[in-house]
């Protein structure tokens, strides 16, 4: 019965799970949230039980005690289900005839397994605290029925945990490319809503979360339920507000049309779905998922290897590839301290636009007639290391491997080829859910990569998939799968490869494509006005040192927008820095300046790479100000940038977190980006910042008081270090 049984508290780095555990019913979560120390003695929590529950045992409400982990109309619950599943044309409606669960991983998690002998269905389920205090829900439904004619569909499977009825505001994602992760910030909707995402992969205009606050959410403060999808194919994010119930807030992948048809013994894994609580707004909720993703197996520790400077050949010389100009680049790149050279797309058979080739990724030889060997070994042999564009999941129409194969389209035989009037960039999708097609893939790319000795890929997927057909059946779930598989064989065989994953910039930047990939591309705008804010919202999730975040020329090819070198560096800091941009074109005096800019990253990125990231809230909306703070608190280092023209003549005072008020601290602004423009008054402080000796004062002033800010010029940014005395 509900709210029977013991419970099990879980709590880890600052959060705490409480939840029932009843006989033969899914087990209830009574609370999530802060810690604050709840004796997990059943005699004391007897007293939680009453002072939560909306009625009296044995009295029978209408409506559920709780919604459990996997809420069903049978527990009387009116949302949306947990699970949905039919045979043929029947419903599956479960019930579980017995629910066993168990605290695993230290205590941290607990792993339920619940069977329905009625429906023969089985599932398995695991709520984990993460290192950080991220929590992360798995789920597997299994079928069970030795006996049914009908395998078991299943049309989704869920993950929910409950948030306070005292919630009132919901923030979303939405975007288009290149102006990613554009938050939306509205009035808690009422009734059960969903969200989907359809495009194949995350896309530009994804939900991408869910965040749930009393009020509108702050950077600093405040709490924060958030629930993030770990998965990079469709998607489905839902809120159910219904009046006789604590909200109820999560995620599970949206499935296609009989995608998922388990015959006896056959078991469907559904994506990870994270949740985040934060007592210290956005920035805590965030660093619960950063702490998650630096310790995800296989992960790159940027202390043991620090994050190369990187060149993009495309800004540079787009498909307009010549050896002659692309190694005299690559000396201009090394000349300037740049450590990781990528050739972008058009070396491959035929590539003189975005109409042919892919699926052929062999190196053209009318362009390079030497082949790559030649421009890979004098990378290589200028210290840097050689980076490779690849587009492994598409095909063109105009390539020999769609001439030999044109089964190997994901895709109905009457969508290929397409509607005349939508392009869908000139490609289709690749099934590497065909055996096959994935070997032919994976033999090409690893040739390339053990030959030239490729230390990095810029792996791309610029189309969105439509129709995805494999074998007859909706096959995007195994086309993601594979995704992931070539992926991790790659990394396998190539000790040290690592792989950026791109999606016409930042159209697949999600957490599951990070447990195998090493950076995403955070958006093919490299406009910096831009960038400030894609950057800051993309690290609600991504660690900075996994955001490539390069400087571009001016003005922008995405906005045609001028902006000085000084703030495109500074927000290129704030990420994993690099150029997309053609040096070659730089006079002297610009190449001195990358060079200083370069060398600043370099002394900087232990730091940036590693601390602990913190945005302060600015009353003006034209202000930006986002700092990274080292563990022990003795170095920080703050970029306050402008958007817009500031609102007043006297300007907010920047409130340093990330420091010990008990320590002195040294201010210093860091002028190698190139200088910035003000108006013509400078506040004193900033004035002895500008000097060698810089500025003096202690933690707890910076922190209480702040730091009176100059009048900054639109588009303008300083770079701030501090450092304890």
């Given amino acids: 019965m509900f709210d029977q049984g013991p419970h099990t508290v879980l709590r880890r780095d600052g959060v705490c799970l409480i939840l029932k555990t009843p006989e033969r019913e899914m087990p209830q979560v009574e609370y999530w949230g802060r810690d604050f120390g709840v004796d997990a003695e059943e005699s004391a929590l007897a007293a939680l039980d009453a002072m939560t529950l909306k009625d009296t045992p044995p009295n029978k409400p209408d409506a559920s005690w709780r919604p459990s982990l996997l809420p069903q109309g049978a527990e009387a619950w009116a949302g949306r289900p947990g699970l949905e599943a039919h045979r043929g044309c029947a419903p599956v409606f479960v019930r579980w005839t017995s629910v066993s669960s168990r605290t695993v991983d230290d205590g941290n998690g607990i792993a339920i397994t619940a069977e329905d002998a009625v429906n023969h269905v089985r599932l398995e389920l695991m709520l984990a605290i993460q290192s950080g205090g991220l929590v992360t829900v798995d789920r597997r439904v299994a079928n069970t029925d030795a006996d049914a004619a009908e395998p078991l569909t299943v049309n989704w499977l869920d993950a929910t945990l409950p948030v306070p009825r005292r919630v009132d505001t919901l923030t979303q994602f939405t975007g288009r490319w290149p102006l ?151 000396d201009r790149a090394a000349a300037v301290g740049v450590e990781r050279f990528v050739l972008d797309d058009g070396w491959f058979h035929l590539r003189r636009d975005d109409s042919k080739g892919l699926g052929d990724w062999v190196v053209d030889p009318a362009v390079w007639p030497n082949g790559l060997d030649g421009l890979a070994g004098h990378v290589h042999g200028l210290g840097m290391e050689f980076g490779l564009w690849f ?25 290929v080829p397409y509607r005349e009037d939508i392009s869908y960039r000139n490609q289709y999708v690749l099934d590497l859910a065909n055996p096959d097609a994935y070997a032919h893939v994976h033999g090409q790319m690893a040739e390339l990569i053990g030959r030239l000795g490729v230390d990095y890929i810029k792996w791309d997927h610029n189309r969105e998939v439509t129709e995805p057909l494999h074998d007859g059946r909706y096959g995007l779930h195994e086309q993601t799968e594979a995704c992931y598989r070539l992926f991790d064989q790659l990394r396998a065989e190539f ?140 170095h920080a280092v703050w970029v306050v940038a402008s958007v817009d023209n500031l609102r007043d003549a006297l300007v907010d005072r920047l409130h340093v977190g990330g420091l010990d008020p008990e320590r002195v601290y040294r201010v210093r602004q860091r002028r190698e980006i190139g200088e910035s423009k003000w108006g013509w008054i400078t506040p004193q402080w900033l004035t002895a910042a500008r000097g060698e000796d810089g500025f003096t004062v202690s933690g707890r002033l910076l922190e209480q008081v702040g730091l009176q800010l100059p009048n900054l010029w639109p588009m303008q940014a300083i770079a701030l270090e501090f450092e304890a005395e």
């Fill in 180 to 330: 990613e992760k554009q938050p939306s910030t509205t009035a808690m909707p009422v009734g059960s809503i969903t969200r989907d995402c359809r495009r194949g992969k995350t896309g530009h205009d994804s939900p991408w979360m869910f965040i749930l606050t009393d009020g509108a959410p702050r950077w600093s403060q405040g709490e924060v339920w958030a629930c993030h999808l770990a998965w990079s194919g469709n998607q489905t994010y839902r809120l159910d507000n219904l009046p006789a119930h604590e909200p109820v807030l999560g995620a599970g992948e949206l499935l296609g049309p009989g995608e998922i048809r388990l015959a006896i013994g056959e078991t469907y894994e559904a994506p990870t779905v994270c949740f985040s609580y934060s007592d210290g707004g956005l920035d805590g909720m965030a660093a619960r998922f950063h702490d998650w993703l630096r310790a995800a197996p296989g992960r790159v520790d940027p202390a043991a290897k620090p994050r190369p400077f990187t060149l993009n050949t495309w800004e540079a010389v787009y498909f307009d590839h010549d050896e002659a100009t692309l190694m005299r680049l690559a």
């Fill in 495 to 634: 000790p040290g490869l690592e792989i950026e994953s791109c999606s016409s910039g930042g159209a697949r930047t999600d957490a599951g494509i990070l447990l195998h990939a090493d950076r995403i591309w955070g958006s093919d705008s490299n406009d910096p006005r831009d960038r400030v804010d894609i950057q800051r919202w993309t690290e609600l999730i991504v660690p900075p040192e996994m955001i490539g975040a390069h400087v571009g020329p001016s003005p922008a090819h995405s906005t045609g927008r001028a902006t000085d070198l000084s703030y495109r560096a500074a927000i290129s800091l704030e990420g994993c820095s690099g150029f997309e941009w053609n040096i070659l074109e730089c006079p002297d005096e610009q190449v001195k300046q990358l060079r200083s800019f370069v060398a600043l990253y370099k002394e900087l990125r232990g730091l940036l790479h590693t601390g602990r990231v913190m945005h302060a809230d600015m009353r003006d909306p034209s202000l930006r100000a986002r700092g990274v703070a080292n563990a022990d608190r003795t």
């Fill in 391 to 415: 587009e492994p999941e598409m095909v063109n129409l105009d390539s020999d491997l769609y001439r030999e194969h044109p089964d190997w389209v994901l895709a109905a035989p009457e969508a």
